[in-house]
């Protein structure tokens, strides 16, 4: 039996992963999350299955349930995170509280109880606006450009320094944004739920053409667990990501598909949609293709699996403000 | 008038740059230090001096008197820190605080008053066991080797996306080991240390060959303010180290030469000191040098000045136990 436990399991990524994982019944998964973000409905499925359960808990404020509810675990998925990259500014203890202050928790409930082996999701981010494109994993050592990328790299450096000094072993995966089922935040979302409002015109940030990567969430999830079984150092980093990249006028174009819509926009301006935004984003992954890993879906597939997804669940939208 | 505000005033490289700021009688200083490892002798001459004064205090504990007191600062050398590189694994949670979580509250502070210009004193160790040699500032992302080196990545982190999100301006050094008057850690001051109690016999960790750079601490000194003075990039970031290396074994020979002593070293064994000890360290600091600093003391030079130094301040191993 291998015992996974996952911080964030009621997240996008992480009831995605949950929802894989339980799949394997040598898998028994204790799922931890305070449902800041998280949503109970993303795991109502997992719970179905007896080798599921979860702790209702905040990583900081519960730290003696983490370490209890961690005995005898082989492996710690930690995906619980403060992921909003755009609000940094407004609140900038929240990521050093939520990434950081949290991994190093995490750390130490594993150590507590001597568990060993650590997967972590991290970020593009961090390259901050390298001149490397695309980026590869050792690219020059980048100058942070966001409270969000800084908050991960710190996570990183934390979780490298405890493969060496207390003899674990780590997967680090460097994502671009994510698309998928479950996805409920980003500028989609925002676009999605706006319109959804009964608003016409979209407002977006920057001039539009910033250039992103995007992945679908099972290709992540593929990703994260190529890398498990077929890499086997003590420090395993790996970017993932999709080779394409689109601009952001590109998805409010198939957003006007797909609602049948001529959608209005109006452009801030500005190379960057905000502060900390980077205007070009597309990750090396050779890394990790040479693993036999590949995205199996395109970035317009991805954004069609999302815009489907919210069609069959508007309650994600009803708290929306207009 | 600069009115100046310098964090860990007390501390070995400190109080070493107050000594030599309030040289200038336009400018103002202001010291922050809690003296869990600084010393009032240290500042003892400075506080002659009209346009010196200090608080003591913690950065952390005492957080309202930190942005109190930085009010109307033009700059602040950050300087306080847990420079215990060595013992980090026995308190993992010492280098998150006292390093990442207090530059994060001096950031804050910053902020409340409108203070615009950082400096900050890294670290080389932060390109952990990088195999570019020497190592310049972009060299490849590197992965941490010691809780030191990750918090002070995430110091560097913290403070370039503050610089990008409020308009900061920030200059950030990465030194190599530094030696001189009022140096009071690391291996030299241990092994002069032990012989003062008596002892004839050196116990040194690792095999003593250990290659690493060392710099006086007036060449430190020079090359931040040199640094200030002519580069005027958002994020200025430097190496400070000399072209040099000795070995372990080189140091313990000049300091037999020193104290007239044959002195018997057993050598632990292993390539490292300890665990995240890095067995080669040199840095490339073309960076800086084209700015126009060169470091005016050779690692000799700086060992004898702080031995000197120990000859004539044996009050600080008056608390050495044996």
């Not at 174009?253 to 190379?271: C, M, P, Q, R, V």
């Amino acid at each position: 039996m291998n015992k996974i436990f996952v911080t964030g399991c009621a997240g996008f990524i992480g009831s995605n992963l949950v929802d894989r994982l339980i799949k394997n019944k040598n898998n028994y998964v204790i799922g931890f999350d305070n449902f800041s973000t998280g949503q109970h409905r993303f795991i109502k499925d997992a719970l179905k299955q007896s080798n599921f359960s979860y702790i209702s808990g905040d990583i900081i404020e519960n730290y003696d349930e983490l370490v209890y509810n961690m005995q005898n675990m082989d492996i710690v998925y930690h995906l619980a995170a403060n992921a909003d990259v755009r609000y940094g500014l407004e609140h900038p203890y929240k990521d050093l509280e939520e990434n950081t202050i949290a991994t190093f928790h995490v750390l130490e409930a594993m150590r507590k109880n001597n568990v060993k082996k650590i997967v972590f999701t991290s970020t593009g981010s961090i390259y901050g606006e390298t001149n490397v494109h695309p980026t590869p994993e050792n690219a020059p050592f980048p100058v942070q450009t966001s409270l969000y990328g800084a908050s991960k790299l710190a996570c990183e450096g934390l979780i490298e320094a405890y493969c060496e000094g207390y003899g674990m072993q780590s997967y680090i995966y460097r994502l671009v944004s994510v698309l998928g089922e479950r996805y409920t935040h980003g500028h989609l979302f925002d676009f999605y739920s706006y319109l959804y409002m009964g608003n016409s015109t979209l407002v977006v940030l920057g001039n539009g053409l910033q250039t992103k990567s995007y992945v679908y969430v099972q290709d992540v999830i593929d990703g994260i667990l190529c890398g498990i079984e077929y890499s086997n150092e003590k420090i395993n980093i790996f970017n993932l990501g999709t080779d394409e990249t689109i601009r952001v006028v590109d998805s409010i174009k198939w957003l006007g598909e797909h609602l049948k819509n001529d959608i209005e926009t109006i452009y801030a301006g500005g190379e960057r949609g905000w502060v900390g935004d980077s205007p070009f984003i597309r990750l090396d992954c050779q890394k990790i293709r040479k693993l036999g890993w590949y995205p199996k879906h395109t970035i317009k597939e991805s954004i069609f699996a999302t815009l489907n997804y919210f069609d069959k669940n508007l309650w994600l939208f009803k708290g929306a403000k207009k």
